[in-house]
C-alpha cells in the first residue's frame, strides 16, 4: 500500500553530499521531511523523498552545507508530465480503464466443479431459463434463488454453493451417494437369496425363518417370510427384516489376446488457436481439424488485467497423430494383465463383501491367457421383496 501511495504522489532519489550529512538529516526530521532507502557510498548520501517535499530540501541542504542533486524521478506525476502533449493516450487509457469496470459488471464465465453423474450442461441449461448466462448483469443474479432452485431440480446434489468472484461465476457441488434401494418399513415384505450359498448364521429382526443354519439356498428362494402366523393360528403380514450370512461362491474370468493394437505417436502434431469473446469463437489460425487418427489436447486460458479477468477466453488445441501397431505379449505379461484387470473389477463387484479364499487357474489357449479366479466368500445374502398384497 505505501509503495502505492509512493507511485501515485510521485518521489526522486537524490544525492547528498557535503561535510555535515548528519546535519542534513537531522534538519529534515526537524521540518517533518521523512526519507526512504537511505543509503550511503562512501561520503555520498543516497536517499529518496516524496516529490512535493523535495523543494523544501533546497533551504535545508544550504543550512547545513550540503550540496543535493536529483538523480531519478519516479511515479504518476512524471509520467503525466513527460507524456502531457500526448492527449489521445490518456483518452484511450481512460477508456480502456472505463470498458473493463463496465465489462466487470457482468458475467462471462460460468464453471461447473463436482459433476460425476450430473451432466454440467444441464446445470448451465437450468440456469439460463432462470435467465444467468454469459453477458448477465451480475446485481440481477439472486444467489440464493439460485442455489435452492438448482437444489430442487436435482435429487442427487446434497451440496451446492454458487459464488460470483469478478466476471466468473462459479457452481460448486457435490453429489449424493445414492444408498441401496430397500423396502420401506411401512411396506410388508418378505426377504429371499441374493445369491446361491450355504448359510452359516442369521439375525433376524422381524417375520418368520423359512431356512436354518446349514442348509443350502438358491438364488431367489424365501429366506425369511412376512406372512407370521401367532399362537392362535391368524395370519398377518409383516416387514421382514434380517441379515442372513452364507457361505458364497463368486467365480470370474478374464481374457487377453497375446497380439495387441495400441497407438503410437508419429510425432505430427497440428496447432489450432482461436479467442472466444462475448460467446464468439474468433480464429486465430486458419488450420481445419485433422483428418484421421488424431488425439486432441486442449488447454484454456483466461486473459486478465490487474487481476481483472477479461470476457476473453484463449483455447489452445494441439492435434497429435497416432497409427496403429501391433504388440506381442509374453505369456507372462498377458497373464499379469489380467490380473490388473481382474484385481479392478474386484473392487467394484466384491467391493462389500468378505473374501476367505480363492483358487485360481491360469492358462495360455488359442492366442488368449486366460486367467479363471473362483473366490469362496461370506456375505450378507439377504434381499427384501416387495409383497403385492391386494386387499
Not at 500500500?1 to 544525492?15: A, E, I, P, Q, T
Not at 420401506?184 to 433376524?204: F, L, T, W
Not at 427384516?241 to 510425432?267: M, N, P, S, Y
Request: glycine share 6%; aromatic share 8%; charged share 30%.
Amino acid at each position: 500500500m505505501l509503495k502505492l501511495l509512493r507511485f501515485l504522489f510521485g518521489y526522486v532519489v537524490f544525492s547528498a553530499k557535503g561535510s555535515f550529512p548528519e546535519r542534513f538529516m537531522n534538519l529534515s526530521s526537524k521540518y517533518g521531511i521523512s526519507f526512504f532507502d537511505v543509503e550511503k557510498k562512501g561520503k555520498v548520501l543516497y536517499c529518496s523523498v516524496v516529490a512535493s517535499e523535495y523543494k523544501s530540501l533546497r533551504t535545508i541542504a544550504k543550512k547545513s552545507y550540503t550540496k543535493i542533486k536529483i538523480k531519478e524521478k519516479h511515479g504518476l506525476p512524471f509520467i503525466i508530465k513527460k507524456y502531457k502533449n500526448r492527449k489521445g493516450l490518456f483518452i484511450g487509457v481512460i477508456c480502456f480503464f472505463a470498458i473493463l469496470y463496465f465489462l466487470s459488471l457482468y458475467v462471462w464465465s460460468i464453471d461447473i466443479v463436482g459433476c460425476n453423474e450430473i451432466n454440467s450442461e444441464d446445470i448451465k441449461s437450468l440456469l439460463s431459463d432462470m435467465g444467468v448466462s454469459l453477458g448477465t448483469f451480475k446485481k440481477e443474479v439472486d444467489v440464493n434463488m439460485l442455489e435452492k432452485t438448482v437444489m430442487n431440480s436435482f435429487d442427487n446434489i446434497s451440496w451446492l454453493s454458487i459464488n460470483i468472484k469478478g466476471t466468473n461465476l462459479s457452481v460448486e457441488l457435490k453429489e449424493r451417494i445414492k444408498p441401496p434401494e430397500i423396502v420401506p418399513k411401512d411396506k410388508p415384505c418378505n426377504v429371499r437369496a441374493a445369491s446361491d450359498g450355504q448359510i452359516i448364521r442369521m439375525e433376524v429382526y422381524n417375520g418368520n425363518a423359512e431356512v436354518n443354519n446349514g442348509d443350502a439356498v438358491v438364488k431367489g428362494q424365501l429366506l425369511i417370510n412376512g406372512i407370521v402366523e401367532d399362537s392362535f393360528g391368524c395370519n398377518s403380514i409383516k416387514h421382514a427384516d434380517a441379515k442372513v450370512f452364507a457361505l458364497t461362491k463368486h467365480e470370474l474370468r478374464q481374457e487377453v489376446d497375446l497380439i495387441q493394437t495400441e497407438d503410437l505417436e508419429t510425432g505430427k502434431r497440428v496447432i489450432r488457436k482461436r479467442l472466444k469473446a462475448f460467446g464468439v469463437d474468433l480464429p486465430l489460425t486458419i488450420v481445419p481439424i485433422p483428418k484421421g487418427n488424431y488425439k486432441r489436447d486442449i488447454n484454456i486460458g483466461e486473459i486478465k488485467v490487474f487481476n481483472k479477468t477479461l470476457p476473453i477466453t484463449h483455447y489452445r488445441e494441439e492435434w497429435r497423430e497416432y497409427e496403429k501397431a501391433k504388440k506381442t505379449l509374453t505369456n507372462d505379461q498377458a497373464i499379469k494383465m489380467a490380473h490388473d484387470i481382474l484385481n479392478n473389477r474386484i473392487e467394484s463387484e466384491l467391493k462389500e463383501i468378505k473374501i476367505l479364499r480363492e483358487e485360481k487357474n491360469e492358462r495360455v489357449k488359442d492366442g488368449k491367457a486366460i486367467v479363471d479366479i473362483t473366490y469362496y466368500c461370506e456375505e450378507n445374502i439377504a434381499v427384501q421383496e416387495e409383497l403385492d398384497v391386494k386387499e
